[in-house]
């Protein structure tokens, strides 16, 4: 989102969100003097340049944390993810029932990796190399 200039922004190390904060004086400063420019919330210095490294990891794995929570408040299953689930079956049955029809379904990761390891290997002659990085550039351009 969009912030007048002058406007004080941080990320809160503690909660993972962005803060801003207008400017307090006609001069587009704040009223922070030299004073309170160590100011601490909780174990974290807010307003200085760095970090210490357990700050940091601290901070991220708060982050994860709650990330990881509202995952799980999202899964909660609603009408229309039921349809879907009705009518299209997981990857890794659909690879189960393939291997029973001696056919073996690859995804794209898994193509690529054989194309590299193609492309790398001493015993593909050229030709072989040149294909093998062209199927690869298809591949790539997908993702």
Not at 3 to 32: I, W
Not at 34 to 57: M, P
Not at 89 to 116: A, C, G, S, W
Request: charged fraction near 35%.
């Amino acid at each position: 989102q969009a912030v007048p200039a002058g406007s004080h922004v941080r990320l809160n190390l503690q909660t993972g969100e962005r803060e801003a904060k207008l400017p307090d004086s006609e001069d587009g400063h704040g009223d922070m003097g030299q004073g309170s420019r160590r100011k601490r919330l909780g174990k974290v210095d807010v307003d200085a340049n760095s970090f210490t490294s357990q700050e940091l990891k601290e901070a991220l794995a708060k982050m994860k944390a709650s990330e990881k929570a509202e995952r799980k408040v999202r899964r909660v299953p609603c009408a229309q993810e039921e349809e879907v689930r009705k009518k299209f079956r997981p990857i890794e049955q659909l690879k189960e029932e393939f291997e029973k029809l001696n056919m073996k379904m690859e995804t794209d990761y898994e193509i690529m990796v054989k194309l590299i390891s193609k492309f790398n290997s001493s015993a593909s002659t050229l030709d072989e190399k040149v294909a093998a990085l062209y199927d690869l550039e298809y591949y790539v351009h997908q993702v």
